[in-house]
């Protein structure tokens, strides 16, 4: 499957930004999803994870309260709703699909999306 992820740019602290993720195939509602970010000099870190159902979500503790993912399978979309962004954020965020085998959270990941960069300013 085939990811384009995008809704990056520019906020200021404490300001939203929302990011979308679509994927190629009509089986997306078939694969656990997840966003990731990579700030530069550092690993890539993961973000959200949503099961395919779309009833439940986990988050890296950062994130909990400010970042919401959710999924539209009939539109084959993935999104993260990110508020109260603080310049840690800052990353390139990518998304993700795991086939089921993988688990709930997902243990891995079979297919990434390009990636699209939020800047955050203080």
């Given at each position: 499957v085939q990811l384009q992820a995008s809704g990056g740019?520019?906020?200021?602290?404490?300001?939203?930004?929302?990011?979308?993720?679509?994927?190629?195939?009509?089986?997306?509602s078939g694969y656990n999803m997840g966003w990731f970010r990579q700030a530069p000099g550092k690993e890539r870190e993961f973000v959200a994870a949503i099961i395919w159902t779309g009833l439940s979500a986990y988050y890296t503790d950062s994130v909990k309260g400010r970042f919401t993912i959710s999924r539209e399978n009939a539109k084959n979309t993935?999104?993260?709703?990110?508020?109260?962004?603080?310049?840690?954020?800052?990353?390139?965020y990518y998304c993700a699909a795991a086939l089921p085998r993988r688990g709930w959270p997902p243990g891995g990941y079979e297919f990434w999306g390009q990636g699209t960069l939020v800047t955050v300013s203080s």
């Open positions: 740019g520019l906020v200021q602290a404490g300001g939203s930004l929302r990011l979308s993720c679509a994927a190629s195939e009509r089986s997306f993935v999104s993260l709703q990110m508020n109260s962004l603080k310049p840690e954020d800052a990353a390139v």
